[in-house]
């Protein structure tokens, strides 16, 4: 299952990032899915909670999903149009040298945690990384 692997590979991810930032609990973690990327929300959802149960680190962290809207480029007019309006076919030129510029990712735009830092208990993190 596609959403599962992506889960996982998440939940490393978190894990791994836990001892070099001093974590000692996750509050949220943000992710963009691309709108063309076939993660279905609901899935992702749940695999997030059968992994949350799981890893220590992350039972109270909520999993925010935002959109990340698909841009097809058009290589004949150099335009740039919506891919899920139009598909492979250029909307200005109707030609079919296109190709997707975004849409098919899913990034990690933000975290927040805990940290065993006393100066800081809430520390924002923010980093793009491609899952
Ligand atoms: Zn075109």
Redesign the pocket.
């Known amino acids: 299952m596609h959403e599962m692997g992506i889960v996982t590979h998440l939940a490393k991810t978190l894990d791994e990032m836990a001892p070099e930032q001093h974590i000692t609990k996750y509050g949220s973690v943000t992710l963009q899915v691309g709108e063309v990327s076939g993660i279905i929300t609901d899935l992702f959802v749940d695999c997030w909670n059968y992994f949350r149960d799981r890893h220590p680190l992350l039972k109270d962290c909520d999993l925010k999903l935002e959109t990340l809207p698909a841009i097809s480029y ?1 290589g ?2 150099e ?1 740039e149009y919506p891919t899920v309006k139009y598909g492979r076919e ?1 909307p ?2 109707h ?1 079919g040298n296109t190709w997707l510029l975004t849409g098919n990712e899913c990034i990690i735009k933000e975290v927040e945690a805990e940290t065993d830092d006393e100066n800081k208990n809430e520390e924002e993190l923010v980093s793009v990384e491609k899952l």
């Open positions: 058009c004949d007019c335009k250029c200005y030129c030609g």
